[in-house]
């Protein structure tokens, strides 16, 4: 489901890349959590300019798409397995130190119970672990990145790498 800070993010991204607005495609407030029709609206509203959606919360999702070019190669990012694994995304307004940059991620939980931290790092700057709680048998971790690891154009590599011997 897409809630306002994904919405906002979608947004973000596709403006600051030079789109002069944005479509919405399937964006309903009914059934989202934190979609309240006051929230709705604001959100809608702001996503006319990058100036008012500067203020609010945003979030960029990694997941796959299922639309591909004729000819065209694709490989989903997620899920993913293995010890380390790098996205690529683009982080909007970028640069900005006075915002925390939160990394979120949600894996599944080991059958052996153990319970390792993933390594993460933002353009080759370590992030600091912030905490990790248990949610629908999967594990969501939090990390705070730097806030000069976002260059000024945006863009932004993740590396996620597992601390474990076997992840």
Same mark, same amino acid.
């Given at each position: ?17 030079? @789109?002069? @607005? ?14 309240? %029709?006051?929230?709705? !609206?604001?959100?809608?509203? @702001? ?10 919360? %945003? ?25 380390? !694994? ?10 900005? =130190? %006075? ?40 594990? %969501? ?13 945006? @863009?932004?590599?993740?590396?996620? =790498? ?6």
């Amino acid at each position: 489901m897409v809630s306002p800070e994904l919405a906002a993010g979608a947004a973000a991204s596709v403006l600051s890349r030079g @789109a002069h @607005a944005v479509y919405l495609f399937n964006y309903f407030q009914s059934g989202n959590v934190g979609w309240s %029709r006051p929230v709705y !609206l604001k959100t809608l509203a @702001a996503m006319a300019s990058l100036d008012t959606l500067g203020p609010l919360p %945003r979030s960029t999702a990694i997941t796959y798409r299922d639309i591909v070019a004729p000819g065209e190669s694709y490989t989903a990012p997620l899920p993913a397995t293995g010890k380390e !694994l790098s996205l690529r995304l683009t982080a909007v307004p970028a640069g900005d =130190a %006075r915002r925390p940059c939160e990394i979120r991620i949600e894996i599944a939980s080991r059958t052996d119970g153990a319970r390792t931290v993933p390594l993460v790092s933002a353009n080759g700057r370590p992030c600091t672990f912030l905490k990790e709680e248990a949610a629908d048998g999967a594990r %969501r971790i939090v990390w705070q990145a730097p806030s000069e690891a976002i260059g000024a154009d945006g @863009a932004c590599t993740l590396r996620i =790498a597992s601390a474990a011997e076997n992840p």
